[in-house]
């Protein structure tokens, strides 16, 4: 039987690819009906994928063909079946099937419908491949893969100017992640043996401990310079806030739960590899640090629900880092078991908070600035009571889903203080920073549900002094996709079955997973069930592992930061009232610069983007005024000689020139047959 | 079979001799028989596609004498033949260039109207230059061809082109000439060399004899590379300065853009598609084939050259306000990447190389034949005046995506398969020079993206004159994309798709011949690199064989390798 379940994975990608042809080339009725064979799809993907799950084992991989076969090197399509693999997996397909039954509710009426759904089952194709892959080559090939996506769907409604931008620099930074990926995987190449780039090869101990240090190194380097990119880190977080031009569903699939989290998956995967290189873990737990920190505090003052969900997410990806940062002696195992768990119950809260965000949009005509309504707790009951549950997981309260894993992740760094010899204040200060986060996490999700859904109703009127004027832009441009997803109803209501049961189902995970841990808690350890699954991971038995139990103290103050977070934000928003604008006056500088997003952008922009055009402005100058010029006058010198010495042949006739090169060949010949 | 190959290659030109010269030929009856001599020839390259064995060694469909010799006598005294034949190396190009015919002829369906006979004419003659280079066995034959389709394009240029049509057709030509002279020099070099220092002084023009001759040749100066004037370099540089125009590589490449803008869609379709493979084609025939050790001596001018040519080319992309212009110099960008890849000296290198010239053909010719679209019905090809073509011409926007998604080498797209080998071919010979020209994957992106941006996203921006406005009738509407455009892309865009999910046929067809090279070139040049990178490699190489694949042919090879006859 388990063979049977582990044999089938191969299916898991087809089937949601079969979706998307369907969707996209299918007869006319699958594609007006589109969502229907893209959710069967992923659908029973989840299935299959809950079978793998329990099957799962560190050696178990289905060989499904080969790809990409040149004279000295062979990609085999060949998947790896293991635990961290599996639980991915059932978490990829899972949440994704629930946002494609939203999005079937939220995207009705779009003229893109089926593009929509094609690109929903061609993204989950990529990500169970992704995650699938036993081979870096396919890895990559599937990280790109995810990446496309990712640009089509940011760009999805195509007219909007600020979507192709998005869109745009989305692909862009990926792309110079993948830069990394690629020189990594090249470099692996020139040391692996037999050309052999699978995962059994490249992270097993016998390769590690023959490889010279500088080279794994710089491959952990390399990888995690690929990870910053796809997973939303310093310095090329940049793309992922801008990301929410996409629709709201593709925001709650796409750059919340799964795309997101490959970066995540790809360092935890190689950890084998970065446990040589305790100096890159370290620079991975203070990257994760700053990013986790930086990003909650551009979220305290955004106004702009899905961005400050979107800084969240960034946030939130941080930690994760941090986490597999800490993997340090025998922390390792620790480590990737509670950025795993941390990576799996954020993408059922987040994807629940995005949703629950997408709810309240299209309850609001497309309206998604916190300043222009409010009080929607009796219009929106069931949005605002899964908002409720998302938002006490993400601040970290007992007994949801987050509670758990954000204490795993502290209990690893507060472990890393003690163990690390050279770096343990450094752990030790990154716990401190990573509690303040988790403070700031609390207060800025309390302030978005606050504000969003407590104090007096207020719905959004075009005459807001908020209100964009860009409507009435799309409009004169004859932008035929204006309100693009045609919502022709009136505002204020709640969202329609289709769109509440998603919510509801995520909610319930998010409390199930909780009560699951809860289970088995305080006695050996709150994760057990769960450690279990991920401990099933190829090479897992290699990393270090020691007893780490349960901290009362780590989870007392994880507890106490969350509580002060909802605490303020509760004092300050729940009633409309001049506390947050005397506190932005007073502390006006701060305020500023975490409302400009201190300015990152603008930075990129004089540092990178603006050096790379003007530097492509001179070579086209050169081009045209030297490069040209410079051949030109080497052609000219000939015509110089020709006009002193053999101005008659040079006659500028073509028929001459060619009747001459002919000449030439005759004599040359008849030099060579004369010898 | 050899009959066969034959009549592929003269069914275009007789089909264009005619058409050209028929009397009383409309248009629409020039197209049409333009379009059933491209479909023929296609369709007899698929039979020779099918019939092609990758497990032979050597040219295939080629006519053998008794005595071993290919082809027929055509210049009896010296030995000068004419010999076709395929193999691995040209196999592909031979089919890509019937399949982007069909192409540049439906891309002229409604754009050429103005002495339709003559340009289709030209047109199909380019096609029997092009076909009978590729499939030539006979250096004097491969010469012939190789000067015989500078005419037809300077022709199509001049006389079908833009409004600096004259200047970019007499510029295109002298560069290409001034460039093909030298090498003219190199090919008779080496003919003398293998005359003069050969066992029994054999003179010979065949270009596989010459390949398997030169590599033995009794004259032990052949074997030194210290100086600019060792013969191997210097023969290595006069056939490479007709090549390299040809490629083009940086810093011969400013015809190009020049050309390309001013010439009709069809010749920028052939000329990007086809006629700069001849460059790369010419480089591994003869620069890499016959004098192997040049090119190791001169790998860190080559390869600088190449790097300096992706990353300028796509800097120089970036800035383009012209689309043509802009797709022109991804063409410099892209062709860069091929010659890295035929100079990183091993195997996976030169296969990412063989297959990548077929995408880029591929992707380019599409790229240009939708920029052509464009041009016919909006005549400008100024990214400032068009935007949101999305929504004009969707299925164009399908297309233009597709295309520029493979040129900029997504996996599951053609790009990806040669350029990842080669980058990876180029590591191992020289990893700076490889993390550079990585560099070209994210440039590469940033214009195609730029581009794709600029025309099909934002809202809808045409130039006046060209809006379906209800409300003024007096202009005609957008066309529709019309059944031939369809059918011209429709095969690119499969193959597109294709090549990147399914590369293992494509590449397989290729393998031997790339083994065969391979196994010519200085082995200690190309592993002494890699060992530089990481000295604790060696061990790693003793206990394991990382080229089983190689050395089990190196055992069984007819031609040994050069160290054993020396």
């Known amino acids: 039987m388990a063979g049977f379940l582990i044999k089938s994975a191969w299916l898991i990608p087809l089937l949601p690819l079969i979706g998307a042809g369907l969707a996209a080339l299918g007869p006319k009725r699958t594609r007006l009906e589109s969502h229907i064979p893209v959710i069967a799809g992923i659908g029973l993907a989840f299935l299959v994928s809950l079978g793998a799950l329990l099957a799962a084992s560190p050696e178990a991989k289905v060989f499904v063909g080969s790809w990409l076969t040149i004279t000295n090197f062979d990609t085999p399509l060949e998947f790896r079946v293991d635990g961290l693999t599996t639980v991915m997996l059932s978490m990829v397909t899972f949440v994704s099937t629930l946002v494609a039954v939203f999005a079937a509710g939220y995207m009705k009426g779009d003229p893109g419908y089926s593009r929509f759904f094609a690109l929903i089952g061609l993204f989950v194709f990529s990500m169970t491949g992704l995650v699938l892959s036993n081979h870096f080559v396919l890895t990559y090939v599937f990280w790109e893969g995810v990446g496309v996506c990712s640009y089509l769907l940011i760009g999805f409604w195509y007219t909007r100017p600020t979507a192709a931008a998005a869109a745009m620099k989305a692909f862009l930074v990926n792309r110079m992640g993948d830069f990394g990926f690629a020189i990594a995987i090249f470099w692996m190449w020139t040391i692996a043996p037999g050309n052999d780039l699978s995962y059994d090869t490249i992270l097993s101990t016998g390769m590690l401990e023959t490889t010279p240090h500088y080279a794994i190194v710089g491959i952990a380097l390399l990888l995690f310079w690929a990870a910053t990119a796809k997973s939303a880190q310093i310095p090329l977080y940049v793309w992922l806030p801008d990301a929410m031009e996409g629709p709201t569903p593709v925001s709650a699939l796409i750059h919340a739960a799964t795309m997101v989290t490959a970066g995540v998956y790809l360092i935890a995967r190689s950890t084998p590899l970065l446990v040589y290189a305790p100096g890159v873990q370290l620079l991975v737990a203070i990257t994760g640090c700053a990013t986790a920190l930086l990003s909650a505090a551009i979220a305290v003052t955004q106004t702009d629900l899905k961005r400050v969900l979107a800084y969240s997410t960034v946030s939130q990806l941080g930690y994760m880092f941090m986490a597999l940062g800490a993997g340090v002696g025998d922390v390792a195992q620790l480590a990737v078991v509670a950025a795993i768990f941390h990576l799996f119950t954020h993408a059922f809260f987040k994807a629940l908070l995005f949703l629950a965000a997408g709810s309240v949009m299209h309850a609001m005509g497309d309206v998604i600035d916190m300043r222009r309504f409010g009080g929607l707790r009796h219009r929106l009951p069931i949005t605002c009571a899964t908002f409720a549950v998302g938002g006490l997981a993400l601040a970290g309260i007992f007994p949801l889903a987050g509670f758990f894993s954000k204490d795993e992740i502290l209990l690893a760094l507060g472990t890393a203080a003690h163990v690390s010899e050279d770096a343990g204040w450094v752990y030790g200060l990154i716990y401190w920073l990573a509690l303040f986060t988790a403070f700031l996490t609390a207060f800025y999700t309390a302030r978005a549900f606050f504000w969003t859904f407590w104090g007096p109703e207020k719905l959004p009127s075009a005459d807001d002094p908020g209100a964009p004027p860009v409507d009435h832009d799309a409009q004169a441009h004859g932008g035929d996709h204006h309100d693009a997803h045609g919502h022709g109803h009136d505002i204020g209501h709640e969202s329609p079955p289709i769109m509440t049961y998603p919510l509801i189902a995520l909610a319930a995970c998010t409390i199930l997973i909780g009560v699951v841990c809860l289970g088995s808690w305080p006695f050996g350890g709150p994760s057990e069930w769960f450690a279990h699954k991920i401990e099933a991971m190829l090479w897992f038995e290699q990393l270090e592992g020691g007893e780490h139990g349960f901290a009362w103290g780590t989870a007392f103050l994880g507890t106490l930061a969350g509580l002060a977070g909802i605490g303020l934000g509760y004092k300050l928003y729940a009633e409309p009232n001049p506390i947050p604008g005397d506190l932005a006056k007073r502390f006006k500088p701060l305020y500023e610069a975490s409302l400009s997003k201190f300015k990152v952008d603008e930075f990129y922009d004089i540092i990178v983007v603006r050096p790379i055009r003007r530097l492509a402005i001179l070579c086209e100058f050169l081009d045209d005024y030297l490069v040209d010029q410079l051949v030109l006058g080497t052609a000219r010198l000939p015509r110089w000689l020709g006009k002193n010495l053999l101005a008659r042949y040079q006659n500028g006739l073509l028929q001459s020139y060619a009747a001459l090169s002919a000449l030439t060949v005759v004599a040359l010949l008849l030099i060579l047959m004369l010898f | ?566």
Request: net charge neutral; charged share 10%.
């Open chain 2, 1 to 566: 079979m050899a009959t066969l190959l034959v009549i592929t290659i003269l069914i275009p030109l007789i089909a264009g001799l005619a058409t050209a010269l028929a009397p009383g030929l409309d248009r629409d009856q020039a197209r049409k028989i333009a379009l059933g001599a491209v479909v023929v020839t296609l369709g007899l390259s698929l039979v020779l596609l099918v019939g092609f064995r990758p497990e032979i060694r050597g040219p295939q469909f080629a006519f053998q004498t008794l005595d071993g010799h290919y082809g027929w006598a055509w210049i009896a005294k010296t030995d000068i033949r004419v010999a076709f034949g395929l193999d691995g190396l040209s196999l592909w190009l031979f089919v890509l260039t019937s399949l982007l015919m069909i192409t540049a002829v439906c891309s002229s369906w409604e754009s050429v109207s103005d002495r339709a006979p003559q340009y289709y004419g030209f047109l199909l003659a380019l096609q029997t230059g092009l076909l009978g280079l590729f499939a030539s066995l006979d250096v004097v034959l491969f010469y012939v061809f190789f000067e015989f389709t500078l005419i037809p394009l300077f022709f199509l240029i001049g006389l079908w082109g833009g409004p600096k049509r004259k200047k970019a057709a007499v510029t295109f030509f002298l560069y290409t000439l001034a460039g093909s002279l030298l090498t003219l020099l190199g090919v008779i070099s080496l003919v003398a060399v293998n005359y003069l220092y050969s066992r029994g002084h054999v003179l010979t023009f065949s270009i596989p004899e010459l390949t398997s001759g030169l590599a033995v040749v009794q004259w032990d100066d052949w074997y030194k590379t210290n100086s600019w004037t060792s013969p191997q370099v210097l023969i290595f540089l006069l056939l490479f300065a007709g090549f390299a125009i040809k490629v083009p590589m940086f810093p011969f490449h400013t015809w190009l853009p020049l050309a390309h803008v001013e010439a009709p869609t069809a010749g920028s379709i052939v000329l990007a598609g086809v006629l700069l493979k001849v460059g790369t084609y010419g480089l591994m025939r003869f620069n890499l084939a016959m004098t192997p050790l040049g090119s190791a001596a001169l790998f860190p001018l080559i390869a600088t050259l190449a790097v300096a040519g992706v990353i300028y080319g796509a800097l120089a992309a970036l800035a383009q306000t012209d689309v043509k212009r802009l797709v022109a110099y991804s063409s410099v960008s892209h062709m860069g990447f091929i010659v890295l890849g035929i100079f990183a000296m091993n195997a996976t290198g030169l296969d990412g190389a063989v297959i990548q010239q077929i995408n880029h053909g591929l992707t380019t010719g599409a790229l240009f034949a939708c920029v052509g679209m464009i041009y016919d019905r909006y005549h400008t090809r100024q990214l400032a005046d068009l935007g949101g073509l999305w929504s004009r011409l969707p299925v164009l926007a399908l297309f233009l995506m597709l295309a520029a998604m493979g040129s900029a080498a997504v996996p599951l797209l053609c790009g990806f398969t040669g350029e990842f080998p080669i980058l990876a071919g180029a590591f191992e010979t020289s990893p700076r020079s490889a993390v550079l020209a990585a560099t070209g994957m994210i440039l590469g992106a940033a214009y195609l993206l730029w581009m794709l941006r600029k025309l099909l996203f934002g809202p809808l921006k045409e130039p006046h004159g060209h809006t379906t406005d209800a409300t003024n009738g007096h202009h005609p509407a957008v066309a529709p994309v019309g059944w031939y455009e369809i059918a011209g892309l429709s095969p690119l865009m499969i193959l597109i798709v294709l090549i990147g999910v399914y590369p293992r046929p494509f590449l397989n067809q290729s393998k031997l011949a790339v083994v065969d090279l391979v196994e010519t070139l200085p082995q200690s040049a190309v592993a002494s690199a890699p060992a530089r990178l990481d000295p604790a490699r060696a061990r790693s190489l003793d206990q394991n064989d990382r080229t089983p694949v190689l050395s089990a042919s190196v055992a069984t090879a007819p031609a040994a390798s050069l160290g054993d006859r020396r």
